[in-house]
Every structure is written in structure tokens, then in C-alpha cells.
């Protein structure tokens, strides 16, 4: 069952993020700037409430996750705004995968948007935003 982390369990994600930008071909010194970066942000989306973050562990160990992420879209020409939620850093250890982790990771995800009462889900299947990053050389 994923679990919901804690600001204190980013740790975690950091973990899981560098193992995707590992297995995505990257080197150290592109690595390490964006974990710094992102586990900032990471932070800051959490502790303002616009994010949640759900670990997978298997035997103690964490094996993949899944992010959550509210956003405000404001319409071009219109004053309206609504709110949509997107899923974000799906990823599971590629030793894991195949056991149905991706798709509970994602269905957590995806219910915490919606009890959030976002409107829109945005979220790309997780192998297609693997081969995304592979294709790019690692970019994200």
C-alpha cells in the first residue's frame, strides 16, 4: 500500500528521483544540481499543500513513487480559473516493475487530486514518460 510521506520522508524521493535520472542515462554532474533544485521544491509545493508525495516500500525498502500536484489555470481571454491536478514523478525501481506498482501508485495519486477537488487530472502512463526521458538523453 503507498503511503503518503512527510516533509521529514523526502529523503526518500530524492532517492527514488536519482535512481530514475540514473537509470535515464545521466551523469553525476547533471544530477546533482537538479536534485538540489528539486528537493527545494519539493519542500515548498509540500509545506503549501499543492503536493503530496506517495512511496511504495517492499520489504522495508523504497521501491517507487508517485507524486500529486494541484495547480491553478487561469482561461486566456476569461477571468475563470480552475483547478487541475497533475500527476507527476511516477517511478519504480525497474527491478519492481511489472507487479502492478505503477498503476497503484498512480490510482493514490490520482484520488488524493481528486478528494482535492480538482477538476482536470493531467497524467501521462508512466512508461510514457520514461521513454520520454530516455529519448531525451535524460533531460527533463
Same mark, same amino acid.
Given at each position: 500500500?503507498?503511503?503518503?510521506?512527510?516533509?521529514?520522508?523526502? &529523503?526518500?524521493?530524492?532517492?527514488?528521483?536519482?535512481? +530514475?535520472?540514473?537509470?535515464?542515462?545521466?551523469?553525476? *554532474?547533471?544530477? =546533482? &544540481? *537538479?536534485?538540489? +533544485?528539486? $528537493?527545494?521544491?519539493?519542500? +515548498?509545493? !509540500? !509545506?503549501?499543500? #499543492?503536493?503530496?508525495?506517495?512511496? =511504495?516500500?517492499?520489504? $522495508?525498502? &523504497?521501491? %517507487?513513487? /508517485? $507524486?500529486?500536484?494541484?495547480?491553478? !489555470? !487561469?482561461?486566456?481571454?476569461?477571468?475563470?480559473? /480552475?483547478?487541475?491536478?497533475?500527476?507527476?514523478?511516477?517511478?519504480?525501481?525497474?527491478?519492481?516493475? %511489472?507487479?502492478?506498482? =505503477?498503476?497503484?501508485?498512480?490510482?493514490? /495519486?490520482?484520488? *488524493?487530486?481528486?478528494?482535492?477537488?480538482? #477538476?482536470?487530472?493531467?497524467?501521462?502512463? &508512466?512508461?510514457?514518460?520514461?521513454?520520454?526521458?530516455?529519448? $531525451?538523453?535524460? +533531460?527533463?
Amino acid at each position: 500500500m503507498a503511503t503518503r510521506i512527510t516533509a521529514s520522508e523526502f &529523503p526518500h524521493v530524492i532517492a527514488l528521483l536519482q535512481a +530514475k535520472l540514473v537509470e535515464a542515462g545521466l551523469g553525476a *554532474w547533471e544530477i =546533482e &544540481p *537538479w536534485l538540489t +533544485k528539486a $528537493g527545494a521544491r519539493l519542500v +515548498k509545493d !509540500h !509545506h503549501d499543500g #499543492t503536493c503530496a508525495y506517495f512511496v =511504495e516500500f517492499f520489504e $522495508g525498502r &523504497p521501491i %517507487g513513487m /508517485a $507524486g500529486a500536484l494541484l495547480c491553478e !489555470h !487561469h482561461s486566456f481571454l476569461s477571468l475563470k480559473t /480552475a483547478l487541475y491536478g497533475q500527476v507527476v514523478d511516477e517511478y519504480v525501481l525497474s527491478s519492481q516493475r %511489472g507487479r502492478g506498482f =505503477e498503476r497503484m501508485l498512480r490510482a493514490t /495519486a490520482v484520488a *488524493w487530486i481528486t478528494e482535492n477537488s480538482a #477538476t482536470v487530472i493531467l497524467a501521462t502512463s &508512466p512508461d510514457a514518460a520514461r521513454r520520454a526521458v530516455n529519448s $531525451g538523453g535524460g +533531460k527533463l
